[in-house]
Nanobody
Framework: QVQLVESGGGLVQPGGSLRLSCAAS????????MAWYRQAPGKQRELVAR???????NYADSVKGRFTISRDNAKNTVFLQMNSLKPEDTAVYYC?????????????WGQGTQVTVSS
């Protein structure tokens, strides 16, 4: 099993910045890729950004140029730097990982962290 623990959410004014972190822990696992999703009230969960083990990234159009995903492979940690935040970025942000445990790939999710952009 793999556990994902997120941190870094909070309340920020429009135009501000936040940095989310997600640390993966467990025994004998290998991360394939990690990602951040978000879910706003009344909306479906959507992909925000994804990063592979080799460092390839992709972003939702709505966050391109404002958000940056990065990872520390040695610490199995992924980060999401969010700049120029807008009220429409308000959501619960979830960390997601695909990891291989005993040759079996599985999906893992964090508990979510609230990001609120408001003046």
């Amino acid at each position: 099993q793999v556990q994902l623990v997120e941190s870094g959410g909070g309340l920020v004014q429009p135009g501000g910045s936040l940095r989310l972190s997600c640390a993966a822990s467990g025994s004998s696992f290998s991360i394939v890729f990690m990602a951040w999703y978000r879910q706003a009230p009344g909306k479906q969960r959507e992909l925000v950004a994804r990063i592979t083990s080799s460092g390839s990234t992709n972003y939702a159009d709505s966050v391109k140029g404002r958000f940056t995903i990065s990872r520390d492979n040695a610490k199995n940690t992924v980060f999401l730097q969010m700049n120029s935040l807008k009220p429409e970025d308000t959501a619960v942000y979830y960390c997601h990982a695909v990891a291989v445990v005993n040759t079996i790939p599985s999906n893992y999710w964090g508990q979510g962290t609230q990001v609120t952009v408001s003046s």
